[in-house]
């Protein structure tokens, strides 16, 4: 694949998802015509990622080839993080949840912590779906961080699952072991399963969603009769280069396995990579880029349209995961609802806010906020919005200043047990939809 040089924020990148990719920091690190010589260039050490079976199809073959000044071997033995009651940071399935409950969910935005919080200690479980275990489903996680990890002198991967990264409040500078991404609100990440991660934060703190996909690898969804172009395009994806730092002081790894937390001492930076090459890389997405398509003459379209990334399964069309955006775009349909129509859905989803207001709900929906409707539970505008959109008129109006998304899966999502305690759980929230009355029949039989 040709690699593609792209400016965001200052820093250079690499565009293009999917594409295999080759990026030096230092002049020769990576071999021209093989992937393990006997002696790599510089006094460096050859290391390979796999992200799949070796034995994949080449199209799901994913694999990164780094070469780095000592190989992730060289640390300390790993020993168990003892979780405090309560712990925060969970995999599915879970031991001591509540009972799944048929309940529409919201909740207020997670409050900063007192004191300083990293990333890894901030991640908060409120949902998961299906098993980490048997590599499918997902965790819901969100996080409000008070403190950089690269001060702490601290890293962390998970092996459960990719995270998908969605910046709300505060820029994120994700250190990975291929180079450095810049991610301001209103753009996400995405982070290969085992890549180790530092999160620092140029505004002191910063608060977000993370999506931790236990199942197959995020891909860029087909767009079937829609054609080529439309909705999110390949070269938007932008990937890393090579950054690496030879820090020989005490770090501090966290990993996450089997939903526990583990921790071994390293006598230097795990971000030592002075050259790679490969596909299985981490990328940042600016959800501005997605290109929207809809209705242009009646009806609402299903959300589905609006799909930026799918994890897939056997069953075509069936995601073990989608993120799904609603972004600012043009309401044009004549003669018809144009908010999201009252449904029931077999996939459950989980919804957060980055900016704005979104169009169903008048209040309680706020950015930083999440909701939750599980499998076949009814949902849709609440009395206020079904209201104003019964009433409008119907011309066109661009819908602005507004960015909310979806985690949707097969799964029922189950809630973890601290976020079904959380003081800003919405015990009211089933109250929006109260005041819908009934509009007929105008006489009181059918006859």
């Not at 599980?374 to 079904?386: E, V």
Request: net charge negative; with cysteine.
């Amino acid at each position: 694949m040709i690699t593609l040089l792209a400016m965001s924020d200052q820093r250079t990148y690499l565009s293009g998802f999917g594409n295999t990719f080759v990026s030096e920091a230092l002049a020769g690190a990576v071999p021209e015509r093989q992937n393990s010589p006997q002696r790599p260039a510089h006094g460096l050490y050859a290391e390979q990622l796999s992200g799949s079976a070796f034995t994949m199809p080449r199209h799901g073959n994913l694999r990164t080839w780094l070469y780095r000044g000592r190989p992730s071997v060289v640390q300390g033995r790993y020993t168990l993080v003892e979780p405090p009651k309560g712990a925060r940071l969970l995999t599915a399935p879970l031991e001591d949840a509540p009972p799944p409950d048929p309940n529409q969910q919201r909740w207020d935005p997670l409050p900063y912590p007192e004191g300083e919080v990293d990333f890894v200690d901030a991640l908060t479980t409120y949902a998961v779906a299906g098993s980490g275990a048997s590599h499918s489903g997902c965790g819901v996680h969100l996080f409000a961080a008070t403190a950089s990890m690269d001060a702490r002198r601290r890293a962390f991967y998970s092996a459960d699952g990719e995270l998908l990264i969605v910046a709300q409040e505060g820029r994120l500078a994700i250190r990975t072991e291929l180079g450095v991404l810049d991610v301001k609100p209103g753009e996400i990440a995405l982070i290969p399963r085992g890549m180790k991660l530092a999160v620092s934060l140029p505004d002191d703190r910063a608060r977000g969603y993370v999506c931790e996909n236990y199942g197959a690898p995020f891909v860029l969804p087909d767009r079937g009769p829609i054609g080529g172009n439309s909705l999110a395009s390949a070269r938007h994806f932008l990937a890393p280069v090579a950054d690496y730092e030879l820090l020989d002081e005490p770090h501090e790894l966290v990993a996450k396995f089997q939903g526990r937390l583990w921790r071994a001492d390293l006598s230097h930076s795990p971000f030592d990579v002075a050259g790679w090459h490969g596909n299985y890389v981490p990328f940042k997405y600016d959800l501005a880029n997605f290109q929207t398509i809809g209705t242009v003459d009646f009806d609402h379209p299903d959300p589905s349209i609006f799909t930026v990334l799918t994890s897939p399964t056997p069953t075509v069309g069936l995601a073990n995961v989608d993120f799904v955006i609603f972004p600012p775009r043009w309401m044009v349909g004549e003669h018809t609802f144009r908010p999201p129509y009252y449904h029931r859905n077999i996939m459950s989803e989980f919804m957060g806010l980055i900016m704005g207001a979104y169009d169903a709900k008048e209040k309680g929906f706020v950015p930083g906020g999440a909701s939750l409707h599980n499998q076949m539970l009814p949902h849709g505008p609440d009395a206020f919005g079904y209201e104003k959109a019964v009433t409008a008129e119907l011309k066109p109006v661009k819908l602005e200043n507004t960015l909310a998304f979806m985690f949707e899966t097969r799964y029922p999502q189950i809630v973890s047990a601290y976020a079904s305690e959380l003081d800003g759980l919405q015990d009211d929230y089933i109250d929006c939809w109260q005041d819908l009355q009934r509009n007929f029949p105008k006489q009181e039989t059918n006859t």
